[in-house]
């Protein structure tokens, strides 16, 4: 079955995906921030105040900013726990259903989507290197930047899956 033929299945009802949005939202946004509410409540306990100009700053609370990364990050891993077993039994489908319709992965059109998206990123990096030149600062610290390189490796493809799986496979079925 083609990815956007799953809508006209008998499983598309709208009150399914009320309920796995709600869900999916109240437990990536409640749940999942847990980690980061309880380690900025006990450091404002400590004596540590936010930043007035920027509430995300967590650098204000002493954090560092790799753990702080991965504390913004957990809420995507917490929504795609709840909601694709939610989607498996109210609309049952499987996830690999929701990204393109068929029970397989088309590994070449995501590996070709990289690479284009990898070449407009490095060919608009390096215009705006050639325009603003004075915007950019060479600050290697090797040490973090390992930690940054590691973190950013396992944690940002749950971000990207769960915005892609959403939005471009979810809800796209639904309309």
Known sequence: MKHLERSLDQQNQWWKYVVILLTGFLAA??????????LIAARSMQGYTPNPENAMDLSAYGIDLNIGLILLLIPFIIGLLVIIPLIKNLHKRTWTEVINGSSKIRWNRFFF???IWMLLSAGWLGVELAMHPQ???LQFQPLNFLILIIVALLMIPFQTFYEEFMFRGYLTQGI
């Open 29 to 38: 946004n409640f749940v999942g921030a847990i980690p980061l509410a309880l």
């Open 113 to 115: 989507s990289f690479g």
């Open 135 to 137: 915007d950019f600062v």
